[in-house]
């Protein structure tokens, strides 16, 4: 059974910090891109961040520069680095996990919450 569960999400001031993690199992974990998402209320969930299987990492371009992604292939972990936070940033945030030829899986989410 595949499982992605995410924590360390909270509620922090404008301007602090939160690390996010996503610790996977029931799949062969190096082989799977991994990605962050986020929903806010009333918005469509958007993609953030990406760290492909080679190490490689992408992002939304209203993050760059104050979020990380990193990935730790023995602790089959993904983790979302969150400085400088802003208001904007307040969501719901879900890790996944996607590979060629296998379903796209999904966790259950974590709440951040950016008071101003």
């Known amino acids: 059974q595949v499982q992605l569960v995410e924590s360390g999400g909270g509620l922090v001031q404008a301007g602090g910090s939160l690390r996010l993690s996503c610790a996977a199992s029931g799949i062969l974990f190096s082989r799977y891109g991994m990605g962050w998402f986020r929903q806010a209320p009333g918005k469509q969930r958007e993609w953030v961040a990406s760290a492909t299987t080679g190490g490689s990492t992408n992002y939304v371009s209203s993050v760059k520069g104050r979020f990380s992604i990193s990935r730790e292939n023995a602790k089959n972990t993904v983790y979302l680095q969150m400085n400088s936070l802003k208001p904007e940033d307040t969501a719901v945030y879900y890790c996944?996990?996607?590979?060629?030829?296998?379903?796209?899986?999904w966790g259950q989410g974590t709440q951040v919450t950016v008071s101003s």
């Open positions: 996944n996990a996607q590979a060629v030829g296998t379903p796209v899986y």
